[in-house]
């Protein structure tokens, strides 16, 4: 049975994929570049739920679940805030830049999302929920000494984002990994409606 690697996203205008490129150049000029597997901007998404591998004939339960999972959520605006590390500074493993705005919204919308698709069989995230956006990876050779150094520059950055988005529909995404990074592709999409 053919498997489709699957998750839940928003996928971002192009006004916040060129203000997250801009920071990848701005982190690239602290000579962080060599330790780091920048992702590219075109591929950079809101994820809301990790799916994993999903069954190619269980694919089409999986939109109208999400669109369940938006009643009653209205369309929201999120922007750019603050750059982070996971697990953290002292030891980062991924770069990423955090997402405010509309957070309650976005929090209520994510709960729905995994309360409906456990319902399927696929189990709720056991981590807090910290909604970002990944800029880039820390290669795995990278020593303990360059890691905190990595991550105090990234705690240095700063910007100052003038950008913010509506977001109106969520995204079913299926990701395929090769060398070259990961491509993904838009299985089904669900509309966040106005409710006068």
């Known amino acids: 049975m053919e498997q489709i690697r699957s998750f839940v996203a928003i996928e971002l205008e192009d006004e916040l994929r060129t203000e997250l490129k801009r920071i990848q150049e701005s982190l690239r000029g602290k000579r962080i570049a060599d330790d780091v597997r920048w992702v590219r901007p075109e591929g950079i998404h809101l994820t809301l739920k990790f799916l994993g591998n999903v069954p190619a004939n269980r694919i089409h339960e999986v939109v109208p679940a999400v669109a369940d999972s938006t009643e009653g959520v209205e369309p929201f605006s999120i922007s750019l805030a603050g750059l982070g590390c996971f697990p953290s500074f002292a030891r980062p493993n991924v770069i990423w830049v955090g997402v405010g705005g509309e957070t309650g919204a ?3 919308l994510r709960a729905n999302i995994e309360a409906n698709l456990a319902t399927l069989g696929y189990p709720p995230e056991k981590r807090e929920y910290t909604p970002h956006l990944t800029l880039g990876r820390v290669d795995r050779r990278t020593g303990a000494a360059d890691r905190r150094r990595l991550g105090a520059l990234v ?16 995204s079913l995404m299926k990701s395929e990994l090769s060398p070259a990074g990961a491509r993904y592709t838009r299985l089904g999409a669900v509309q966040l409606e106005d409710h006068p």
């Open 106 to 108: 976005l929090a209520r």
């Open 155 to 170: 705690q240095t950055e700063t910007f100052a984002s003038h950008s913010e988005m509506l977001v109106r529909e969520i």
